[in-house]
């Protein structure tokens, strides 16, 4: 019914109105079509042949292999820290509550290069701890232990950030009500507040993912570029790129906006195959917002 | 079971919500916690419940402490305001949660949770609905499936935070009149909370009116109602008039009309109120009591609420009586007119503790 009115009121639109949505429309080509169809147009510029040479070398592959590494570290460690920190900060009353969430925003507030500067000062051969790994023989500043750090740091509130409102809004009274049907608290969670909030964690996860894969200053701090070891992919596309081969740097740079693609074709898929939890999302979503009015 | 409270205390922050509570609440009774909003009344259901931990006092199950006994352990059905049922199941699976979650060895076999939840699911009248989602269901049969997933661990108390607050006023009638027959066939101890003087009068055996985190009284519903012990129970339990007395030479007076003797009226304190329903206001000719002139007559069903401004009151502030229906009919009283008031009964209180 809403759609459909909202299909005539497009139709009948003002002037005002297309304006509007043809400087929205306009604005989104420019700056997000537009660079993404270009990436794609240079990696493929000197032909196909070209493009595969250039996705099958050892070292892009080894990148590739990296950056993939770190994501399946970096997003289940804040996945579950994420689940937890929201779910303590939106359920219970606790001293120092509002301390914990402003250290969940702090890898937003500082800058990722001095994010990697930290692990440097911590871990770096000159650095607090620096001796100790040096005597054990433990590499983790430019080695993968500290490209995972610093890739933890960085995308640590993403999941956290996404649930605590979501949460919030949904108050504690399904727990509640499921710990006095009998439920252990273990069971509240795998059966009632995971599912309730599953479409957050998932968004919540997406962000992280894209986040982990694509992150560059911190990672760059702390990688050291040994080619084949700590390159991950934005950094083997910047280290291209800088030696002017523009066809490599950009089929890598396409291999990268290809994942981050797929995540949202999952994402979408996830919805289609699930119209029913949308739906009952949406509701969820229309209740809360109902409640406050 | 029988529940009982022993000094039961409990502090928000700076916010006492709940003071020296002591309850008795017998095996089998329906109660209702009937108070203003921030009286401390879904505070006690909670404690009840184990929702919230007292700070001091004790919360006995059949005689035993059970104040720090986790809410699993209790065996209460808890009913929530806005149902709380879980979104991404269905009826069925709702209704079948706590039956589920049981450790193995207690669980029923999935027939035997079939047949029970679709037993419970038709005693709630929505023996249709198991395959339904809650979304797709009436606020009243959201609360209904509600009621049955909390009957289905067989609890010994069922507790209800205002359970029908959130439902319009014909649905709220029906689930009323409902869970008083379910209550009388399944014989469990049930405690509701509700700021709905009505439903407490309609549905408890026993009211309890929280005020300020205390009790102010508790009883049965009509003897609170007609001797309540205090100006707020008088107040919340249903509409009053309010009028000074005066003393004059040791008699005391509304208005014109003598009410010595007064048995509350301290002949010292100047400043009493009396207290008066408006079924308790008789409306007669002029010449009779005191002479009052008609402003609104209103009529609501089988009552009409005639507002009359007394002579000697300030006239923004009629009294408000009922008569009715039929003896309107007969006498056809009409706004402007001039007439007599006397009244019923009456309940004197000093106005110091008046304001509460």
Known sequence: MAAAEARIDVRRAAPGRLLLIAAALLFLGLFLVLPLLAVFVQALAKGVSAYVAAISDPMAWAAVKLTLTVAAIAVPFNLVFGVAAAWAIAKFEFRGKNTLITLIDLPFAVSPVIAGLIFILLFGSHGWFGGYLKAHHIRVVFAVPGIVLATIFVTFPFIARELIPVMQAQGKDDEESALSLGATGWQTFWRVTLPNIRWGLMYGVLLCNARAMGEFGAVSVVSGHVRGLTNTMP??????????????????????????????????????????LKHAARLAHDRTRREKT | MSIALRGIAKQFGEFAAVKDIDLDVPTGALIALLGPSGCGKTTLL????????????????????????????????????????????????????????????????????????????????????????????????????????????????????????ALDSQVRHELRRWLRRLHDELHFTSIFVTHDQQEAIEVADTIVVL???????SGVPGEVYDLPTSAFVHRFLGQVNELPVHLRDGRAYLGPIDISPAADVRTGDANNIALIRPHEIEIGPEGMGWPATVVAVRVIGPIVRLEVCAQGLPTNEPLEAEISRERYEGERFSVGQTVGLRFRRWQVYPASGAAA
């Open chain 1, 235 to 276: 950094l083997h596309v910047e280290i291209l790129y800088n030696e002017y081969n523009y066809t490599a740097a950009f089929a890598v740079a396409s291999l990268l906006a290809l994942l981050a693609l797929l995540t949202l074709v999952g994402k979408s898929f996830l919805e289609w195959r699930q119209p029913e």
């Open chain 2, 46 to 165: 909670r404690i009840i419940a184990g929702l919230e931990t007292p700070d001091e006092g004790q919360v006995l199950f059949d005689g035993r402490d059970a104040t720090l006994w986790p809410i699993r352990d209790r065996n209460v059905g808890f009913v929530f305001q806005h149902y709380a049922l879980f979104r991404h199941m269905s009826v069925f699976e709702n209704v079948a949660f706590g039956l589920k979650v049981k450790p193995r060895r207690e669980r029923p076999s999935s027939a035997e949770m079939r047949r029970k939840v679709q037993s419970l699911l038709e005693l709630v009248q929505l023996g249709w609905a198991g395959d339904r989602y809650p979304a797709q269901l009436s606020g009243g049969q959201r609360q209904r499936v509600a009621l049955a997933r909390a009957l289905a661990v067989d609890p010994d108390v069922l507790l209800l935070d205002e359970p029908f607050g």
């Open chain 2, 211 to 217: 005020n300020r985190g205390r009790i102010e009284q």
